[in-house]
């Protein structure tokens, strides 16, 4: 993989650039040291050092709500509602670009999500290393402190510059307003310290304390440990942890009807199986009314079908559905040590 390397104090001038230029999404603080994924309008509001955002950046590829298409019933015209808009993201961390490969994976899969894909495809993603970690963040042990596909730029933060690891053309293109430089030895002896340090960043009290390839089986082990019946005693069912969760990709389609029933929109919505609604059908049967069921069902599809799916565990570390969840709950770290019977 190609790199090059740029001074912080060109930085801005090369992010002012593509601002100018593109439709760039970047990291940005919030109140209370919140930080969030949003367009920028000048190089200060960018902030490389923050420790998670409160969503994670799938928002751009698969949105909240979008329309699949308009129809008119009395000309039984039908027109895709698709509109691609070419955009750059700046400051996506490790654990949410696995969390993107992971729903690339799944959306170019036997039946391809034509409106995921086509909005991927005008998606620029120019990730960075973390210099800091949140205070739920386990990443250090999902195997998601690296990463090494799915980025067109990667930086990594020695000192008085970025390594920039170049994974695309299109990345390579990006930099040309840049003033970069060649990587020397020592920029590359800086880089490999950077990463091996990553390691350390999370907080050793969040560890797990088993080997996660044995995870799965763990879990297969417990499907009817006491552990889920505990724990939704107090769940709300309020789906936050869906919504923060950088590999949820559930959704719902509905029909958005004009009040003169002469047209009317399909929508695509955010959708997740914490959610009461979430398993019924049409006869009215629900097959997870239980919030125990809906408890187990969500981990389970974290640890064991994503896994058996694509390979990979869905869980990225990242400690978004911990700290978004009241109760304290939906702890991914505590329920792994517990049911592996490694709990302090």
Known sequence: MKSRVILKVEFPHWIASLIKTENVIGIKA?????????????????????????????????????????????????????????????????????????????????????????????????????????????????????????????????????FIEIGTKSGENLLKPAKTESASKIDIERHKKARSGLKNICSPSRRIKTDIKKIPDIFRANHDHGLWEKRAKTCYSCGSCN?????????????????????????????????????????????????????RHRFFRKMVYMKEKIGALACVGCGRCASACLPD?????????ELSGLED
């Open 30 to 162: 919030k109140e209370a040291g919140k930080f969030h994924f949003g367009k920028l309008r000048s190089s200060g509001e960018l902030r490389l050092d923050y420790d998670v955002a409160v969503l994670p950046p799938k928002k751009y590829l698969q949105p909240p709500k979008e329309d699949l298409l308009s129809y008119n019933i009395a000309s039984f015209k039908v027109t895709p509602s698709a509109d691609f808009q070419p955009i750059t993201i700046i400051g996506v961390h490790p654990y949410d670009m696995h969390g993107i490969n992971q729903m690339d994976a799944v959306f170019s899969d036997e039946n391809k999500d034509t409106n995921y894909l086509g909005r991927r495809k005008n998606v620029k993603i120019i990730g960075v290393d973390p210099v800091k970690a949140s205070a739920w963040s386990f990443w250090h042990d999902m195997g998601t402190a690296y990463v090494d596909k799915g980025f067109d730029l990667w930086l990594t933060d020695i000192g008085d510059r970025y």
């Open 243 to 295: 919504l923060v969760c950088p590999t949820c990709y559930c959704f719902d389609v509905r029909e958005d009807m004009e009040l003169n029933l002469t047209g009317g929109r399909r929508v695509r919505v955010w959708d997740g199986c914490m959610l009461e609604e979430f398993a019924r059908v049409g006869s009215g049967e629900n097959f997870r009314k239980e919030r125990s069921a809906r408890f």
């Open 329 to 337: 709950i939906a702890d991914p770290v505590t329920a792994i040590n």
